[in-house]
Structure formats: C-alpha cells, structure tokens
C-alpha cells in the first residue's frame, strides 16, 4: 500500500516563515501529481497548492508570492515552502498524490491508484 507521511508543522510568528515536507512510500513507480490542502477548525478543506510529475503548478489566490511547492519525482516527495504567514494560515495541512502507479503487493501487476493522503501536520500562526 502507498502511504503518505507530513512532517514540519508547528508554532510560527505571523510574518515567519515555516517549511512542510511530505514523502510518499511503497512499491511506486510513478505519481501525476501532487498537491497541498488546509482545513482550518470549523471550516471545510481547500486547495493550497498543487504540482504535476512535469513541474506545473497551481496556487490558491490566497497564497500566491508567498508559498512555494516542489517536488522530488525520484524520491517521492513534495515540500512547500511557507513565507510570510499569516494568522488566516493557521489548519491542518494535509498531503495528497494522485494517479499513482504502483506494483500489487505479489509484484506481478501494475495498479493505478486515484489518490492517496497523508494525516495531516499541524500549524499554527500566532500574532
């Protein structure tokens, strides 16, 4: 099975910056994308950022100059980089690949999955 695991969440100043990192494991063999999400408390998820297998990217309104996504496609992982947060920044922040191809666990065929997500990492942006 493919898993997805954050790390770097945290307690930031407003106007600080922070950095998220996110590795996907399993028997893979490719990812079309990969993305960030947020869900602040009381409210429903959203798209922070996303970037293809070909270095494309895609930023929400709201975070656009100040974070940046990338991506390792040997590795299999995402980071995105957080600068001048602000206190609307404050969620959980989750991880998420999609269209993974990856070998079952008798390494006889290849599967595609739709999607795949992380747990979560928190951060939390103080005044």
């Known amino acids: 099975q493919v898993q997805l695991v954050e790390s770097g969440g945290g307690l930031v100043q407003a106007g600080g910056s922070l950095r998220l990192s996110c590795a996907a494991s399993?028997?893979?063999?490719?990812?079309?994308?990969m993305g960030w999400y947020r869900q602040a408390p009381g409210k429903q998820r959203e798209l922070v950022a996303t970037?293809?297998?070909?270095?494309?990217?895609n930023y929400a309104d709201s975070v656009k100059g100040r974070f940046t996504i990338s991506r390792d496609n040997g590795k299999n992982t995402v980071s995105l980089e957080m600068n001048s947060l602000k206190l609307e920044d404050t969620a959980v922040y989750y991880c998420?690949?999609?269209?993974?191809?990856?070998?079952?666990?008798?390494?006889?065929?290849?599967?595609?999955?739709?999607?795949?997500w992380g747990q979560g990492t928190l951060v939390t942006v103080s005044s």
């Open positions: 970037i293809t297998s070909g270095a494309m990217t």
């Open positions: 399993g028997n893979i063999i490719s990812i079309n994308a």
């Open positions: 998420e690949a999609d269209q993974i191809r990856t070998f079952d666990r008798r390494g006889l065929r290849v599967v595609t999955l739709a999607d795949a």
